[in-house]
């Protein structure tokens, strides 16, 4: 009959607790050098250097369209700011900043879209076109002009003045997203 010691038994818990504790060491400095990879990944897709990139200027966008929202200015350049406010550490100035972004309001326009069978408008389009010049100083090869452009359709019986806040809104937001993305996200 093959009998085992209590000195054995204790030997081999020793044995066990030691691998125990290894396995957790393992996986200890397993963490910790995943955790000091300089790898990163923002839901807010920012690719931004912070240690040579620390300032945004936004400048006021005029609107220099022929058809004037006396509101779409001031709501379009806040709305910007707002933006870079929120999902980046930069900090956002009037001007001279690490990145610059300027431009103005090109077009606010009104169109008639879809004809229904009896020759009037289904519905209308708003349409707004903002150009904008972005220099970024730390990497100058990053800066660019372009024009941007978004548009909302609503129903033709409707009037422009009782939908035109919504409207605006999403257009600002859609134009918005597009320049953050273009200038800081890069995707």
Same mark, same amino acid.
């Given at each position: 009959?093959?009998?085992?010691?209590?000195?054995?038994?204790?030997?081999? %818990?020793?044995?066990?607790?030691?691998?125990?504790?290894?396995?957790?060491? %393992?996986?200890?400095?397993?963490?910790?050098?995943? @955790?000091?990879?300089?790898?990163?990944? *923002?839901?807010?897709?920012?690719?931004?250097?912070?240690?040579?990139?620390?300032? =945004?200027?936004?400048?006021?966008?005029?609107?220099?369209?022929?058809?004037?929202?006396?509101?779409?200015?001031?709501?379009?350049?806040?709305?910007?700011?707002?933006?870079?406010?929120?999902?980046?550490?930069?900090? &956002?100035?009037? *001007?001279?900043?690490?990145?610059?972004?300027?431009?103005? =309001? &090109?077009?606010?326009?009104?169109?008639?879209?879809?004809? *229904?069978?009896?020759?009037? %408008?289904?519905?209308?389009?708003?349409? &707004?076109?903002?150009? &904008?010049?972005?220099?970024? @100083?730390?990497?100058?090869?990053?800066?660019?002009?372009?024009?941007?452009?978004?548009?909302?359709?609503?129903?033709?019986?409707?009037?422009?003045?009782?939908?035109?806040?919504?409207?605006?809104?999403?257009?600002?937001?859609? =134009? %918005?997203?597009? =320049?953050?993305?273009?200038?800081?996200?890069?995707?």
């Amino acid at each position: 009959m093959a009998y085992k010691s209590n000195s054995d038994s204790g030997l081999t %818990a020793t044995r066990s607790n030691r691998r125990f504790i290894a396995g957790l060491t %393992a996986i200890a400095v397993s963490l910790l050098l995943l @955790n000091s990879c300089s790898i990163s990944y *923002k839901m807010n897709g920012a690719n931004i250097n912070y240690q040579t990139t620390h300032s =945004i200027s936004i400048a006021d966008f005029p609107n220099n369209a022929p058809m004037v929202n006396p509101t779409l200015s001031s709501a379009f350049t806040e709305a910007l700011r707002d933006l870079y406010t929120r999902q980046t550490r930069l900090q &956002v100035l009037r *001007k001279n900043g690490d990145l610059e972004i300027e431009g103005e =309001i &090109v077009g606010y326009d009104l169109t008639q879209g879809a004809i *229904k069978p009896d020759s009037y %408008a289904s519905e209308s389009r708003l349409t &707004v076109r903002i150009t &904008v010049h972005f220099t970024n @100083n730390i990497y100058p090869e990053e800066s660019f002009d372009r024009t941007y452009s978004a548009y909302q359709t609503f129903d033709a019986s409707r009037l422009l003045s009782d939908v035109q806040e919504e409207l605006c809104t999403a257009i600002i937001d859609e =134009i %918005a997203n597009n =320049i953050y993305n273009d200038t800081v996200a890069r995707w």
